[in-house]
């Protein structure tokens, strides 16, 4: 089973960027569909983005679509996920998650493995 680990979380003003990886340890990273959820605080989690074990198919929420964009790099065993013209809305805690069995286009299931969780603050 792989271990997340997400990094590249921070502060950054309405309509900026930001660029979150989340790293994978195990050699059989391209077997997990990966995908990016949040929470944001009084708030359900969201299931934000997704991407095939592949790389080959990605899923995203209305809420982001158009402004984030979701990849993976198999060989490194990084999945990203590039965050454009952020909103307070955007303001959450943004946590990767794996899972062998995952069809991320029927929804955020119930992944297997999870990482640790980045805060995103946006500034208004």
């Known amino acids: 089973q792989v271990q997340l680990v997400e990094s590249g979380g921070g502060l950054v003003q309405a309509g900026g960027s930001l660029r979150l990886a989340c790293a994978a340890s195990?050699?059989?990273?391209?077997?997990?569909?990966m995908g990016w959820f949040r929470q944001a605080p009084g708030k359900e989690r969201e299931f934000v983005s997704g991407?095939?074990?592949?790389?080959?198919?990605?899923y995203y929420a209305n809420s982001v679509k158009g402004r984030f964009t979701v990849s993976r790099d198999n060989d490194k065993n990084i999945m990203s996920l590039q965050m454009n013209s952020l909103q307070p809305e955007d303001t959450a805690v943004y946590y990767c998650?794996?899972?062998?069995?995952?069809?991320?286009?029927?929804?955020?299931?119930?992944?297997?493995?999870w990482g640790q969780g980045t805060l995103v603050t946006v500034s208004s």
């Open positions: 991407i095939s074990g592949s790389g080959g198919s990605t």
């Open positions: 998650a794996a899972d062998r069995r995952w069809n991320i286009h029927s929804g955020p299931g119930d992944p297997e493995v």
């Open positions: 195990g050699s059989t990273f391209s077997s997990y569909a």
